[in-house]
């Protein structure tokens, strides 16, 4: 990430026009604008007053901006990495951990949020097996401060714990992609075709907590990951899994991790998965023939085909009733690229 862009997350991660920017910094729109396309630098009173305003240290400033100075560094990557018994993807807004216990009586999620090494716990989902119980907390994000939404008191005390950055370090890197900050539009169907704007409109994250339900969503092209919590209906969701595009919709490869709760929980589509072993390569595309608007059952996984779709706008049939919508224009909080061949 150059220092342009490094300005750039800071001030659209409060909301501002370059103009508004400017005026809290005593400078003009068309400074803010030369910085952030990299053209020119703020002087080093600037980037303290910055520091200042927007509470962000100057270190982070020049670390991640010091590929403007041509320095020999690496752009910030993204990644997820794996252990015996858990699972990390990692972002530059968000972190989210999935685990299991040695014998797989605990299953739990982890999602965290916040730029570099500040990331906080907004989010944790826990089942144990044995006692038959799901338990949650999270932050709405409808107060100041945050208030908590839960369901166990003492999964809400470990709310705003930080993110541990040495988790990750004995683990194993599976994926590498890193986050778009172009600002480019994304190619409507017509431009790209639907198997081309699935994959791209989908290799994004979205984040959403009110009062009655939580929605994460992480897609980094090879694997899809659900950090969904519904208080209304107890409708809990959280998985990850290898869902493959192909010509006609996505193909469900591979839920290797779940879990999931729903009403009573006698649903067939609910239960509790966990198998750190899975590998995305182990995923084939089974040949059989999906129709438009069908949702295929095979021996190898499931196959979501498309049902209707606009420019910007494309449906997949899922179980039952339900829809899987991705739309161009999705209001994604990252944007990915795959660097991964």
């Known amino acids: 990430?150059?220092?342009?862009?490094?300005?750039?997350?800071?001030?659209?991660?409060?909301?501002?026009?370059?103009?508004?920017?400017?005026?809290?910094?005593?400078?003009?729109?068309?400074?803010?604008?030369?910085?952030?396309?990299?053209?020119?630098?703020?002087?080093?009173?600037?980037?303290?007053?910055?520091?200042?305003?927007?509470?962000?240290?100057?270190?982070?400033?020049?670390?991640?901006?010091?590929?403007?100075?041509?320095?020999?560094?690496?752009?910030?990557?993204?990644?997820?990495?794996?252990?015996?018994?858990?699972?990390?993807?990692?972002?530059?807004?968000?972190?989210?951990?999935?685990?299991?216990?040695?014998?797989?009586?605990?299953?739990?999620?982890?999602?965290?949020?916040?730029?570099?090494?500040?990331?906080?716990?907004?989010?944790?989902?826990?089942?144990?097996?044995?006692?038959?119980?799901?338990?949650?907390?999270?932050?709405?994000?409808?107060?100041?401060?945050?208030?908590?939404?839960?369901?166990?008191?003492?999964?809400?005390?470990?709310?705003?714990?930080?993110?541990?950055?040495?988790?990750?370090k004995p683990m194993r890197r599976l994926e590498t992609f890193m986050v778009d900050h172009s600002g480019a539009p994304l190619p409507t169907v017509k431009e790209a075709g639907i198997p081309k704007c699935l994959t791209l409109w989908r290799m994004a994250d979205r984040y959403r907590a009110t009062h009655d339900e939580l929605e994460f969503f992480l897609c980094t092209g090879k694997t899809e990951y659900i950090f969904s919590v519904n208080t209304k209906d107890n409708n809990i969701y959280c998985g990850a899994s290898y869902n493959i595009v192909f010509d006609l919709g996505v193909f469900g490869g591979g839920q290797f991790f779940r879990i999931r709760g729903y009403k009573d929980n006698s649903e067939p589509w609910c239960g509790f998965a966990c198998n750190f072993s899975y590998e995305a390569e182990e995923v084939i595309i089974p040949t059989e023939q999906c129709e438009l608007g069908k949702c295929l059952v095979t021996s190898k996984g499931l196959m979501w085909c498309v049902k209707r779709y606009s420019d910007d706008e494309i449906v997949l049939q899922g179980c039952g009733e339900d829809e899987y919508v991705y739309k161009r224009k999705n209001g994604s909080v990252e944007r990915f690229i795959a660097l991964d061949k």
């Open 1 to 168: 990430m150059t220092l342009g862009q490094r300005i750039q997350q800071i001030r659209t991660e409060h909301s501002l026009s370059q103009k508004e920017f400017a005026q809290k910094l005593g400078t003009t729109r068309q400074s803010v604008s030369r910085w952030e396309l990299d053209q020119t630098y703020p002087d080093i009173a600037k980037i303290v007053l910055i520091s200042k305003v927007f509470s962000v240290t100057t270190d982070s400033l020049l670390r991640n901006g010091i590929t403007t100075f041509d320095a020999d560094v690496e752009h910030f990557t993204c990644g997820v990495w794996r252990g015996v018994n858990s699972e990390i993807v990692e972002t530059e807004r968000f972190a989210m951990i999935i685990y299991c216990s040695a014998d797989k009586n605990i299953l739990g999620a982890k999602l965290y949020k916040g730029y570099e090494n500040k990331k906080r716990l907004v989010a944790i989902c826990e089942r144990n097996q044995l006692e038959d119980k799901l338990k949650y907390a999270y932050y709405y994000e409808g107060g100041d401060p945050c208030t908590a939404i839960s369901n166990n008191e003492i999964l809400t005390q470990r709310l705003g714990e930080a993110y541990d950055l040495n988790a990750k």
